[in-house]
T-cell receptor
Framework: RKEVEQDPGPFNVPEGATVAFNCTYSNSASQSFFWYRQDCRKEPKLLMSVYSSGNEDGRFTAQLNRASQYISLLIRDSKLSDSATYLC??????????FGKGTRLSVIA | GAGVSQSPSNKVTEKGKDVELRCDPI?????LYWYRQSLGQGLEFLIY????????KSGLPSDRFSAERTGGSVSTLTIQRTQQEDSAVYLC??????????????????FGQGTRLTVV
């Protein structure tokens, strides 16, 4: 089983739609979780950390489910500019950042 | 600048030559990571420096690859005798994270713009 798994997509959604991505992780000792976005031929940029109680930043909501070992990202009112690849990142102990392969989102006008 | 800086931004080299890639992390960041990304692929971990601890080199693909971090700041990734399969974008990231693994906020990592390496 891969350490961090994501549905590669692509998710093609119309503007204004709500879309959700999940990411599962295999290491139960994982303690820090993040979502990054990566635009084509650009570096990954931190979108948000994921806290145990869940957190929201504008149209974006992140949730953590430790029991089932997954994190989720919900995007409300999708914009064309949300089109990107969304990367799930997990850290356990003193290990490096472990990246999922990403989920591609295309928001269509 | 305030962000992670990498140089050069692009490098074209002939097969068999050595290359050095440089990363200037955000000032004060104790953790530094190197990843590489081939076109259309995910990020591949290479090496992780954490303060004064021995680096985690478990991702280096061969002994042609090495990295050092001088004075806990600037890092150099060296690839000897480059091969065509080394062509990729090499990404560096840094964070405030320390070995005690405190909190998500300190572990947030910020990437440089990468070095696009092409071996011809």
């Amino acid at each position: 089983r891969k350490e961090v798994e994501q549905d590669p997509g692509p998710f093609n959604v119309p503007e204004g739609a709500t879309v959700a991505f999940n990411c599962t992780y295999s290491n139960s000792a994982s303690q820090s979780f993040f979502w990054y976005r990566q635009d084509c031929r650009k570096e990954p940029k931190l979108l948000m950390s994921v806290y145990s109680s869940g957190n929201e930043d504008g149209r974006f909501t992140a949730q953590l489910n430790r029991a089932s070992q997954y994190i989720s990202l919900l995007i409300r009112d999708s914009k064309l500019s949300d089109s990107a690849t969304y990367l799930c990142v997990v850290i356990a102990g003193n290990t490096p950042l472990v990246f999922g392969k990403g989920t591609r989102l295309s928001v269509i006008a | 600048g305030a962000g992670v800086s990498q140089s050069p931004s692009n490098k074209v080299t002939e097969k068999g030559k050595d290359v050095e890639l440089r990363c200037d992390p955000i000032s004060g960041h104790t953790a530094l990571y190197w990843y590489r990304q081939s076109l259309g692929q995910g990020l591949e971990f290479l090496i992780y420096f954490q303060g004064n601890s021995a680096p985690d080199k478990s991702g280096l693909p061969s002994d042609r690859f090495s990295a050092e971090r001088t004075g806990g700041s600037v890092s150099t990734l060296t690839i000897q005798r480059t091969q065509q399969e080394d062509s990729a974008v090499y990404l560096c990231a840094s964070s405030l994270r320390d070995s005690r693994g405190q909190g998500a906020r300190r572990a947030e990592a910020f990437f440089g713009q990468g070095t696009r390496l092409t071996v011809v």
